[in-house]
């Protein structure tokens, strides 16, 4: 189940583990063409195995699929802030096509891109 991040926060928690607080940090350095990391690229940057990083997210109460949803819905979020086009912010965060993108912010925030602008 993803969560939509809390704008009060820098990314939508409070005292995040710090397993949690690095990768997130990975996934906010992946350039916004292409999408993110995936679960597999992500482990190999913390040094860990795909299993490993599954379980100490486990512990810690999320999942890779978890946070990289939150980045993305933040990404998503700034770059329709910035004008960009719906189908272009779909493009950047790595979406097939600008449906699958527009289940996923629907999912996320509750209404369309296009409603949010």
Known sequence: ????????SPHGRT???????R???????????????????????????RREMGAALRHAGTSFREI??????????????????VGEV?????YADSRAFHRSYKRWFGTTPGRDR
């Open 15 to 21: 005292a995040q583990p710090a397993i949690v607080t």
């Open 23 to 49: 990768l997130r940090d990975i996934l906010d350095s992946a350039p916004d063409t292409g999408g993110l990391w995936s679960a597999d690229e992500a482990a190999a940057c913390l040094g860990m195995k």
């Open 1 to 8: 189940m993803n969560r939509v991040p809390d704008p009060s």
């Open 90 to 94: 779909s493009e950047r965060l790595g």
């Open 68 to 85: 990289r949803a939150e980045v993305l819905a933040e990404r998503a979020r700034v770059l329709l802030a910035e004008g960009l086009p």
